[in-house]
């Protein structure tokens, strides 16, 4: 069974400073798919950016980016000139490549609580 | 324009009680997911259904019982409703349960409390 571990509870940035949230995941998958998903106070749970596992090259949306290392099984998240509307729980997610269906469920990580500080 | 909606967005209710919430997505996928969230945030698969078809079934008490009329649609009832129930439920829907492009979207969530 697939694991993911967030070992940061909470985390704090200054606004506009840039902050990097931890993500390890244990697998024995070689194809596989990585999320991070950001749940503000309101509860939504919003997608903030996805890493194939094939891909060598680091995803990147905006100001957000991640550093993947599939061989230390590792998926990092930065998060650069941080704004007050970053301040959430983070999650770090993990899923199957497998076609099965039972493969297409999540597994998260325990999430980190991001603070924003002016 | 609300691509995946619960209802309610909150439910207060006494021990014993059986509940429902359901979950609408007008997206135009073919899979729908329940996870549970706890009280220390931890977010876990409880079912799936792929074309009405239940494909994930965690080890859930039975109290709990998934029904999806269409496609878009999953709603999920609880019996006998106990303390430990108490969390937020949120549904997700994904194009299909496989490939990247199936990243799944999540509803508002329902926080569900038994008193």
């Known amino acids: 069974a697939q694991t993911v571990t967030q070992s940061q509870p909470e985390m704090s940035v200054q606004e506009a400073e840039t902050v990097t949230l931890s993500c390890t995941y244990d697998?024995?998958?070689?194809?596989?798919?990585l999320f991070w998903y950001k749940q503000p106070p309101s509860r939504q749970m919003i997608l903030v950016i996805r890493?194939?596992?094939?891909?060598?090259q680091n995803a990147t949306e905006n100001r957000f980016s991640v550093n993947f290392q599939k061989a230390a099984k590792s998926f990092s998240l930065k998060i650069s000139d941080s704004q007050l509307g970053d301040a959430a729980m983070y999650f770090c997610?993990?899923?199957?490549?497998?076609?099965?269906?039972?493969?297409?469920?999540?597994?998260f990580g325990t999430g980190t609580r991001l603070q924003v500080t002016l | 324009d609300t691509a995946v909606s619960q209802t309610p967005k909150y439910l207060v209710t006494q021990m014993g009680n059986d509940k429902s919430i359901k979950c609408e997505q007008n997206?135009?996928?073919?899979?729908m997911y329940w996870y549970k969230q706890d009280s220390k945030k931890f977010l876990k698969i409880m079912f799936s259904y792929n074309n009405k078809e239940l494909i994930i079934n965690e080890t859930v008490p039975n109290r709990f019982s998934p029904k999806s009329p269409d496609k878009a649609h999953l709603n999920l009832h609880i019996n006998s409703l106990e303390l430990g129930d108490s969390a937020v439920y949120f549904c997700?829907?994904?194009?299909?349960?496989?490939?990247?492009?199936?990243?799944?979207?999540f509803g508002p969530g329902t926080r569900l409390t038994v008193l």
């Open positions: 997610a993990y899923r199957s490549a497998r076609s099965t269906g039972t493969a297409s469920k999540l597994t």
């Open positions: 997700a829907s994904s194009l299909r349960t496989s490939g990247l492009s199936d990243t799944q979207y």
């Open positions: 997206l135009g996928h073919d899979t």
């Open positions: 697998t024995s998958e070689s194809d596989y798919y």
């Open positions: 890493q194939e596992a094939y891909k060598q």
